[in-house]
């Protein structure tokens, strides 16, 4: 682990261990925050960059990790979580994850929260998603980020 990264980097970090993987963090001084500019960042198609979407099903969170090339299908996401669902807004976001937008993670929640991974992000060798800040990502095998997340795939896309 790397200290000399902000605490959130550190919490993704830890998450990642504790989940048996050896983290690969990386720092961009340029934003990471949306899926093209992680993409540019990184160096990999915008379909690689998970987003971590999440939404609120009466009144729970639910995450959408949804390929960085895909808009995700809202009914869909409301009939996998078996309620209607709504965006959650930047303090229902922070509460639930413990991060902010544009930099939120796929793991490392103060509380677990029910996952749905694109079924898209299962055709990539490797995925990159947030680490707990706008400028730092790390990379996952799409089976790994099943594991940690305890997702269910999905067809998410719209």
């Known amino acids: 682990m790397t200290t000399e990264f902000p605490a959130a980097v550190r919490r993704v970090e830890a998450a990642l261990t504790a989940a048996g993987l050896e983290p690969r963090v990386l720092e961009f001084p340029a934003s990471t925050r949306t899926a093209v500019e992680a993409a540019v960042a990184v160096g990999t198609t915008v379909g690689q960059i998970v987003k971590s979407l ?29 309620l209607p669902v709504t965006k959650a807004d930047a303090n229902a976001v922070r509460e639930a994850t413990g991060y902010s937008i544009g930099g939120v993670p796929p793991l490392g929640f103060p509380q677990p ?46």
């Not at 990159?128 to 896309?157: C, N, Q, S």
Request: aromatic fraction near 6%; hydrophobic fraction near 55%; charge should be negative.
């Open 113 to 158: 929260v029910p996952c749905f991974v694109d079924r898209d992000l299962l055709t990539y060798p490797i995925v990159w998603a947030a680490a707990g800040t706008p400028h730092h990502v790390f990379e996952i095998t799409p089976a790994d980020l099943v594991r940690v997340t305890a997702a269910t795939v999905a067809d998410l896309k719209a």
């Open 54 to 82: 999440l939404f609120l099903s009466a009144g729970h969170p639910v995450l959408a990790l949804v390929s960085g090339s895909n808009r995700l299908d809202l009914e869909r996401l409301a009939v996998l979580a078996g």
